[in-house]
């Protein structure tokens, strides 16, 4: 039987961060969440209160097969009528700009259209004519155009067909077109700066999109969809996209929120001017990626789309109602802690009364660990930064690990000992020692290559070093420590005012504002007037410069804990350093779930359906009927009780940190690696010590990251979950460098 000595070892990492206490004394339960991922579900919930569901999966219309004599002999038809029309068509360039000229004289005159398309017929001749042994000009000079339209009708007459191979043109300052000899295309001043009429499968695509008739007038700019995916993160996902669905990367895809890998979401998207018959291709590339995926523990990761509308507005970051979701929690079982008569097997009315709880009360709004970094030090990197203590925040990401890989904890040791090789140059041994380490750190090892990189070239500069992390990551770690703060700040609330009642001198938040501080109003509840507020309504601040403070022992708590940095309120709007100045926010204490549902099921498959996600109801449930038929189940197998339930989350509430008050058990992912899905005890290797790896209950190394996600995610080894409550833009598509050094 488990002991509450044996769980207290998880909760007190925990407490370390300030996830000290619960809004409810029901009794809590064990149960192993995520043991498939199908046992995860989230779908968005937009500013309307729509809920993205993929309900059908569209593909494109397939093309014809010609089977029968009668195609066949269409087809040599259509191949004789155009292998007629490309003999009666001009096969020379000579003749081709012949044929072009007429149309360009009507444009811009006779002679200078004979003028221009001379010159191209020069340059463009079989064999070329050397420049060297050539008097001819390298280009010609339109006359003045002062009319914008006829400018830009000549420029579209240069890029379409009739012109395209052999001429380029540009506008000059004084309204007049010169146009160039694809030879000398180079001369151009802007050659370079925009795609050019032989830039391949590019070129193609803007020219289809050219080709297309006029955008309708009535029909809203952008398209919205669904992004159905599983087993992938959200910026995954998008850049799979716009690869597959051909969408220009300065268009980027419009989204609300960030959605956990590891799990089945829906999300709403958008995309300016793209119609749906253009991302179709999409499902069909990931149709046969779906077949193979396998949500016992092992799946592919692929993503479908759906659900297509068109809206006025692009979605961003934050716009959205909240997060539906759908969770099953498998092999519920009540130790001796919690039950008196030892039942392993939690009773239903149990459960009943713990779900009753959560809608009733709520749980206070606590940031998750994933809020803390795989290491859990982000806070401690951003509490240097505050105080400008760059040195400190470069040792804090280079330091060595607890639980890291032997390799990379060899590396941060020997990175520890640089100074030893020349203590007399420090700035010599620290930029060898940097060299070194580029060359060895892994990708995903992001802030320390960006500090090595740094240093090799200014070493010992460790505020230029930071400031070469990218800029999400970095204001990711001030985010940690306000966490921190705000943590503390929330336990203590709840110890000295308990949490259904409001306190005089609590902050009420008055408006609600968009997205972080601007638009929120606050103010102070005064003595006397506690019971006009709900305690719903109470926010803390995180900490920053233009935030006020509770009037009561809260305040004065919060201002304690900035003394333990050595820090005031002021100190928080940096002047010198003003990229890392806080403003601050506020945050509601306690978060309410809506329309909170649930349903005790009872089972004996250890991995058996418990709940469909999109994809198996579109199905049918082809896919899982197969995989559950291969199992032969055992009717004299152990019944096991799950607790399915579903409820909605406001945006940047912590799924994991709900769970924790329903079950009073802490959420860390060290925990639920060694609990066990099968028969008996769900906590019995905790008891123990040990976990068999055969029967684990979710899958090794896998984050447990179930916040209801709408800050960006950053992933790197030394923070390996961390959110970024600023506004991300669409994944970029990555620009080859050009190597200095000729080819070996």
Known sequence: MTTSSDVER????????GIDTYTSPHVG????????????????????????????????????????????????????EKKNLKESSPS??????????KELASLIGKTPASEAIALLKHWSATPPPSPEDSDAEKSYLFPVMNDKQTRKKVHEFIKSPHLAPYAVAET???RRIRLFPMTFRKMMKNYGAYPSSNNGAKRKRQDDRRSRAPWPRDRPDYLKFVLYKENMDTPSALRELMKKGRIDFKKGVGYAGMKDKRGVTCQFCTVYHEEEEDLLAVNEKNMSVCARSDDSGGGASFFLIGGFSYAKHNLRLGKLKGNRFEIVLRNVTVDSKDNDSGAKTCPKDVITTAAQSLEKLGFINYFGMQRFGKFHDTHEVGSAIIRSNFESAVDIIMREKSDENERNAALRRQWATRFSADAARPDLAERKAAEDLRRRLGRFMVCENAIVDSLVKAPLDYHRAFRNIPKNSQLMFLHAWQSYLWNRAASFRIEKGGAEKVMAGDLILETEGDTGLKGKTVKVVEKGKEEEYDIADVVLPLVGGKIVFPENETGEFIRGMLKEFNLTQDDLTQEKNKEYSLGGDYRRLICRPSDVEFEVKQYRDPHETLIFTDFMKIQKDKNDTEKTSKVKKDDAAPLLTALVISFTLPPSSYATIALRELMKRPTSSEYQKMLEVDGGSCERNIQNGTQDESDSAVVKDEP???ENKDEVEIKSESEHESEDETEEKPPKKRKKKKSKKGKK
């Open 10 to 17: 998880f909760d007190a990492v925990e407490r370390k961060f």
């Open 29 to 80: 339960f064990a149960a192993v969440s995520k043991a498939r991922y199908s046992d995860f579900l989230v779908r968005e919930v937009d500013d309307d209160g729509k809920v993205a569901k993929l309900e059908k999966i569209v593909l494109p219309e397939p093309k014809p097969e010609n089977t029968n004599e009668t195609d066949k002999d269409d087809k040599k038809v259509k191949q004789d």
């Open 92 to 101: 020379s360039a000579s003749e081709k700009l012949t044929l072009a000229e």
């Open 172 to 174: 000059t300052d004084e």
């Open 704 to 706: 447990m990251d179930v």
